[in-house]
């Protein structure tokens, strides 16, 4: 490994970082880049995703790499202060060629004041055990990368980047992988156009478990999106705002992401927002599920429902189908062994039902039986929920698929065809959907029967 081999040497982001979390950052970044590699690969490959080409360096090798040749800057300087913290015996060295590089290997004053102070924190803890190499990316080195701050001037002018900064995050979201907050412009390595190459930070992602639903995933990185935009027009703006920006693609999306009356619910829609130069255009057919949990497994009694057939059946295409909500009740006994049975296996349930993309709102009243008084009336606690949470979501959607045969959900439903929104409705058969609800709906209420495909066994 040296400084003359023709490759960038990338290491994760470090800065800040505690001792004991710094060389498992490294291994992380080699974990998350593999995974990303292989999915990018099932599909013909990503062009932000580099082959996960690493070398195993010693830290010694990496202070002697010349530092135009490391990326990100900052984590070079963390980890030159690292080196010698867990290394006492070669601190005189190392300390010697940091004061030979002069001031100009740090950013600024204020940097060398924090790395002195690292130096005395890290020195505190300095017999730790030595893990001897780690793991550190190289990519060829090409001359139209830009590792200083010169394309931040090119950025505002040229603004591709924030339609790739679009499709990264899509793409990261459509396989359940999240953004970490920490993510910053330097996460990904841009052109001396301002245009990004790679993305780079693979430890700044995290993999999302199996029962994490799909909607779970999109709302966290549809925030960490809305930061690292932030982030951007810190460099971007800041020495003061530029009247000629006024309707480029950056500032149109930093008003709209600042602006209650625009919450995106995906980056399509974002996307189609930037095409309409800002104006809201006609909306995506988006598709609602909520499925009354309890009117619907209470009649299907030992079978299930795949789910994701089901919806194929009804509308086609799946992909239209943003959001899925279901309600599931909590019970609590006077028996403490049997509310732990009971809350055991609708874990297990919920579980199952996330594994399928839906959002599970849990309802309890801390007693044994869902039943409440609302309004002189009585209803479940867990159709109040799901009821609740379909009037928040009303203006999001052109239809709706609602899973329940209970009347007490017929006057949302025709709340929603009030507002030019198409209901259809399932139910599991002719004895569990109240006449209310087969007499209104009539050619848009279905039996789960008709789609028998759907049905597990």
């Not at 070398?55 to 490391?70: K, M, Q, Y």
């Not at 740090?106 to 002195?116: A, E, G, V």
Request: glycine share 6%; charged share 25%.
């Amino acid at each position: 490994m040296s400084s003359s081999d023709g490759l960038l040497y990338v290491l994760p982001f470090l800065t800040d970082l505690e001792e004991d979390r710094v060389f498992p950052e490294f291994f992380k970044m080699v974990g998350n880049h593999y995974f990303m590699y292989r999915i990018a690969e099932s599909v013909g490959g990503h062009p932000f995703i580099p082959f996960p080409s690493y070398a195993a360096a010693e830290l010694e090798e990496l202070s002697l790499i010349d530092e135009g040749s490391v990326f990100p800057k900052e984590s070079n300087e963390f980890l030159q202060v690292f080196s010698e913290a867990i290394s006492p015996l070669d601190s005189i060295k190392r300390k010697a060629q940091l004061v030979s590089r002069g001031e100009s290997s740090f950013s600024n004053k204020q940097n060398i004041h924090r790395t002195i102070e690292q130096i005395n924190r890290f020195l505190i803890n300095a017999n730790r055990s030595k893990i001897d190499r780690i793991p550190v990316l190289s990519i060829p080195f090409k001359k139209e990368y830009s590792l200083t701050r010169l394309h931040v001037s090119k950025m505002l002018n040229n603004q591709k980047w924030i339609r790739q900064l679009i499709s990264f995050f899509q793409y990261i979201t459509e396989n359940k992988v999240k953004g970490c907050p920490g993510l910053k412009i330097d996460s990904f390595l841009f052109n001396e156009e301002g245009e990004i190459e790679k993305f780079l930070m693979y430890n700044m992602l995290e993999r999302s478990k199996s029962n994490v639903s799909e909607m779970e995933v999109l709302q966290h990185n549809l925030g960490v999106f809305a930061a690292l935009i932030e982030d951007f027009s810190g460099e971007l703006y800041g020495s003061g705002y530029r009247e000629d920006q006024h309707n480029s693609d950056f500032n149109l999306l930093m008003i709209a992401l600042n602006n209650n009356e625009y919450a995106f619910d995906d980056f399509i829609e974002i996307e189609a927002f930037l095409e309409s130069q800002g104006k809201r255009g006609k909306s995506q057919e988006k598709i609602a599920v909520f499925l009354d949990t309890a009117n619907i497994f209470t009649g299907l009694h030992t079978y299930d429902i795949h789910f994701s057939s089901l919806l194929s059946k009804i509308f086609g295409e799946k992909k239209n189908i943003t959001e899925q909500y279901a309600a599931l009740f909590y019970p609590v006994y006077e028996s403490a062994s049997k509310t732990r049975y009971e809350k055991a296996r609708r874990d297990e349930f919920k579980a199952s039902l996330e594994a399928q993309g839906f959002q599970v709102l849990v309802a309890a009243n801390g007693r044994d039986k869902a039943k409440v008084i609302e309004g002189g009336r009585e209803i479940d606690v867990d159709d109040l929920m799901l009821i609740a949470k379909m009037k928040e979501r009303m203006d999001k959607f052109k239809k709706v698929l609602v899973l329940t045969g209970d009347k007490h959900f017929l006057p949302i439903m025709k709340v929603y065809e009030e507002n030019g929104i198409e209901v259809n409705v399932v139910s599991i058969h002719e004895d569990d959907t109240a006449q209310e609800v087969k007499t209104h709906f009539k050619d848009r209420h279905h039996l789960i029967t008709d789609y028998w495909e759907s049905i597990l066994i």
